[in-house]
Each structure stands twice: as C-alpha cells, then as structure tokens.
C-alpha cells in the first residue's frame, strides 16, 4: 500500500514497508520532473543530512524528482554508529534498496519517471549490487566517495552508465575506485574534484558534485529517454 504525508506543494513524507519494519523518505516531485534519484544512505548520510538536501535540491531543479532516505532503520542506524556492523553489510543494504526501488515505481508521481541511483560511502556499493539485478528499473549511478570495490563481480553485470567521483584528498579511494572502474563494462567515467586535506567538505567541493552528478542524471534519466 502506498501511504504518504504531503510536506509542501512538491514533497511527501513516504513510509515505505520492508518486511517488519518501515523505512521513511522524503519524495519531492517537481512539476516538471523527467527523472527520479534514489538517494542510497546509511547512517550519517541520511534523508536529514544537510550535504543530500542541497544536492537534492539542485536535482530538483534540473528536472528531476528525488527519494531521500536511510537504508537503516533509526535503531539500525544507532547500533551502527557503535558496531559498523550495518554499512558493510552490501547485500543487506542492496536487498533493501531494490525493494524500495519497486515500491517507489509504484507511486503514481512517480510510475513514469526513471530512476537513478545517487550512492556515497559504502552504500555505493549496494547502489550497483541494486542496479545490477534491475537493469530495466535503473537508468544511471553516481557514486561519490564511494567504495564500488565492495560490490564484487556483480560489477561486471551493472548496465547503467556509472560516474565515480573521487575527492583529490582521498588517495586510498582513489587507487580503489580506479579498480573497479576498470571492471566496470558500462558507460562509465571516473572524475577527481579538487579538495583540500584540510577541509574536504568546503562549499565548492560540493557544488562541482552537484553540477557533475546532475549532468549525469540528467544526460541519461531524461536526454537518452527522449531519443
């Protein structure tokens, strides 16, 4: 059953069942939306982390409807902060994003738009195991900071176009990302942003994210639809 709590003219708050338990989101669909982005979080990178709403909202203004969400339950979440028991967990992490995927189709506002997959951390890893096993549902992948390297030979089977984006700072996720960019048989591109050591979370750092990865979205949830 789709339940929902409209928040504004644009947004509603979703409770989206999985099994015993109930996932919420936020689904913000612009009047003019061509395509959907399915934010993959866990934990810290939640629906209520400031970094996601901006880049959710420049989404939105590019023309595309956006699914803020955790893929850990708050108890999850807060065990994990203990444990990281929770965000290693890939396929946990995967099943759960897949099941939402075909809940979200669901949704009136949202049955005609095609999704895309908005992954960072290690939850970018269940974004293409996900992907991977709904070829027909997902459209494109960004993942940001992510570790792709966690998804395994799924990635060899990943379709959608992929972009991997890297922080010039982050010299490990980088030798990391490289590998598994070079197993991925896809539309792909692999791009480094300028950051400083210090300070990887500086305002511009994000706004090259947003401007890279709504390019993305936008090239191959709304352009390739239309050809």
Not at 130 to 154: C, D, F, H, Q, W
Request: net charge negative; hydrophobic share 45%.
């Amino acid at each position: 059953m789709n339940s929902a709590i409209e928040l504004s003219a644009q947004g509603f708050l979703v409770c989206m069942p999985l099994g015993p338990d109930t996932l919420e989101g936020i689904l913000t669909v612009p009047a003019s939306a061509q395509g959907l982005v399915i934010f993959a979080s866990s934990g810290e990178s939640s629906q209520y982390s400031p970094k996601n709403r901006y880049l959710a909202k420049h989404f939105q203004k590019a023309g595309l409807a956006t699914l803020l969400f955790d893929l850990l339950t708050p108890t999850e979440a807060e065990y994990d902060q203990l444990t990281e028991d929770f965000r290693y967990n890939i396929t946990l992490l995967s099943q759960r994003l897949i099941a939402v995927t075909r809940w979200i189709k669901e949704y009136p506002a949202a049955q005609k738009l095609k999704a895309g997959y908005f992954g960072s951390g290690s939850a970018s890893a269940a974004a293409l195991l996900a992907a991977a096993e709904l070829p027909e549902m997902v459209g494109a992948i960004v993942s940001k900071s992510g570790r792709p390297n966690l998804t395994g030979a799924a990635l060899q089977r990943v379709k959608a176009p992929t972009l991997l984006l890297v922080g010039s700072a982050d010299t490990g996720g980088f030798e990391l990302n490289r590998q598994a960019f070079s197993k991925l048989e896809t539309i792909k591109d692999l791009e480094i942003i300028p950051e400083t050591v210090s300070n990887p979370e500086e305002t511009f750092v994000l706004e090259k994210v947003a401007w890279l990865a709504g390019r993305w979205f936008q090239r191959y949830l709304i352009e390739e639809q239309e050809h």
